[in-house]
């Protein structure tokens, strides 16, 4: 077998077989296969595409190209949740242990941010002490003592995604269906989980931008964990607007804790309960969606879910105190109103661009190595719908550095629009698919 072949093949857009895709992963992954020759199969792919049956093989062969989690000892239905990523996405931190105080295990493994979404593991280690490099053999102890671990993604996990997405991510080849959809689904499979929720998100702040390309990308992940075998469902929610009102590492957790005390955000809290309902259904802990939201509540109102979350967090060396005393995530050195210049409604919001604000405060990275500075963000004020006064504040800015703060203010309100007349703001949850 020659990759010059197979790359003929795919550029005349005839399908890849099984053993075909199976050697050229496993020969790119130990270096038998040179970065140029994969490229041009990247950019084959990105012009020709990839059928159901060839989507599925690469994730297979792509999942299967190091460690694979056997959960299977864990008593339950194991759970996790996956996220397309945004601004202002902590689902992660108040949908996980609320699903665990219902008793479903949580078995999550994250990443960190990059560019202008962040990452879970960046949240929680704004915690003082919260661990996130775990053993393989530790995650799955606190599944099963807790109900929930996150841990970060270790180099043992489809080995062969991490080369290809870095390849891609130079190539111009990142945003192509198939590709996108096997590199979510084969870290998914080789967490070995039973159940997959999917977050897809949609919008200005999303990576996928509109509706259709939202729903092809989560057809095609539900397609991938079927035939795998797995529980799947995926929810497509709304990102043209950052999610919550808080947006950087350290605020973020602060919401996630308001949330599961019943205090949070009304369309975060709506987004969490549509999850929850769903992963509960899955996990078979309720027939319906409507019953398990009146679980979730319950579990919500009598302070089970922060219980939980304390539990998980205490678990994995994070304090406490910080549970108990939610101000500290709030403590940078500058804090400032955002006026608007005018009055009106606000109409709009470059969702992106309001991510990069907390990029330029320090509180993500424009590279791998960059460090994160976990108590920088904004907090909003008004989002879409609402009104404002002249000099009302649009949001509230968390800075540690004036220079920064002064671009980071100048920035955001390029990226907000605010007009004389209100538009009621698009549905939240544009569609569930299973």
């Known amino acids: 077998m020659r990759m010059y072949d197979l790359i003929l093949k795919k550029r005349d857009g005839y399908s890849l077989a099984k053993e075909?895709?199976?050697?050229?992963?496993?020969?790119?992954?130990?270096?038998?296969?040179?970065?140029?020759?994969?490229?041009?199969?990247?950019?084959?792919?990105?012009?020709?595409?990839?059928?159901?049956?060839?989507?599925?093989?690469?994730?297979?062969?792509?999942?299967e190209s190091g460690d694979r989690l056997d959960l299977s000892g864990i008593p339950g239905i194991k759970a996790d949740k996956h996220s397309t990523g945004g601004v202002g996405?902590?689902?992660?931190?108040?949908?996980?242990?609320?699903?665990?105080?219902?008793?479903?295990?949580?078995?999550?493994?994250?990443?960190?941010?990059?560019?202008h979404t962040g990452g879970t593991i960046d949240k929680l280690e704004s915690i003082p002490g919260f661990q996130t490099a775990l053993t393989e053999e530790r995650f799955m102890e606190q599944v099963a003592s807790v109900g929930i671990a996150i841990m970060g993604q270790t180099k043992d996990?489809?080995?062969?995604?991490?080369?290809?997405?870095?390849?891609?991510?130079?190539?111009?080849?990142?945003?192509?269906?198939?590709?996108?959809?096997?590199?979510?689904?084969?870290?998914?499979?080789?967490?070995?989980?039973?159940?997959?929720?999917?977050?897809?998100?949609?919008?200005?702040?999303?990576?996928?931008?509109?509706?259709?390309?939202?729903?092809?990308?989560?057809?095609?992940?539900?397609?991938?964990?079927?035939?795998?075998?797995?529980n799947m469902a995926a929810v497509i929610s709304d990102m043209d607007q950052p999610l919550g009102r808080a947006v950087g590492n350290a605020l973020e957790v602060k919401e996630a804790i308001d949330t599961l005390k019943g205090e949070g955000?009304?369309?975060?809290?709506?987004?969490?309960?549509?999850?929850?309902?769903?992963?509960?259904?899955?996990?078979?802990?309720?027939?319906?969606?409507?019953?398990?939201?009146k679980i979730l509540k319950q579990k919500i109102?009598?302070?089970?879910?922060?219980?939980?979350?304390?539990?998980?967090?205490?678990?994995?060396?994070?304090?406490p105190s910080w549970i108990e005393y939610p101000e500290n995530f709030c403590k940078a050195d500058y804090i400032e109103e955002i006026p608007s210049v005018k009055n009106g409604f606000v109409t709009a919001f470059n969702t992106?661009?309001?991510?990069?604000?907390?990029l330029l405060l320090g509180g993500g990275r424009e590279t791998k190595e960059s460090a994160v500075d976990p108590f920088v963000g904004l907090v909003l004020r008004k989002k879409k719908g609402e009104a404002v006064r002249k000099g009302e504040g649009l949001a509230v800015i968390y800075a540690n550095d004036k220079e920064k703060l002064a671009k980071a203010k100048e920035h955001f309100l390029k990226n907000v629009t605010v007009e004389s007349e209100m538009k009621e703001p698009g549905p939240l949850i544009k569609e569930i698919l299973s």
């Open 157 to 230: 996990l489809a080995p062969a995604d991490k080369l290809l997405y870095a390849l891609r991510d130079v190539t111009a080849t990142v945003d192509q269906i198939s590709l996108i959809a096997s590199s979510i689904m084969s870290k998914k499979l080789a967490a070995g989980a039973d159940a997959i929720l999917l977050d897809v998100k949609c919008g200005s702040g999303a990576f996928m931008k509109n509706f259709e390309d939202a729903r092809k990308l989560s057809e095609a992940m539900i397609r991938i964990g079927k035939t795998a075998g797995k």
């Open 89 to 115: 996405d902590k689902t992660s931190l108040a949908l996980g242990p609320l699903a665990a105080s219902c008793g479903v295990p949580v078995a999550k493994m994250s990443g960190r941010g990059l560019g």
């Open 301 to 319: 109102s009598d302070g089970s879910s922060l219980h939980k979350f304390t539990e998980f967090v205490t678990a994995q060396g994070g304090d």
């Open 20 to 63: 075909e895709i199976r050697w050229m992963t496993d020969n790119y992954l130990h270096g038998k296969i040179p970065d140029y020759q994969m490229s041009a199969m990247m950019m084959a792919v990105y012009f020709r595409g990839m059928d159901t049956q060839e989507t599925f093989e690469l994730t297979m062969a792509m999942a």
């Open 265 to 293: 955000p009304e369309d975060f809290t709506e987004l969490v309960l549509t999850l929850g309902s769903r992963m509960l259904c899955m996990a078979k802990k309720a027939e319906t969606p409507q019953e398990a939201r």
């Open 352 to 358: 992106q661009e309001i991510g990069v604000c907390s």
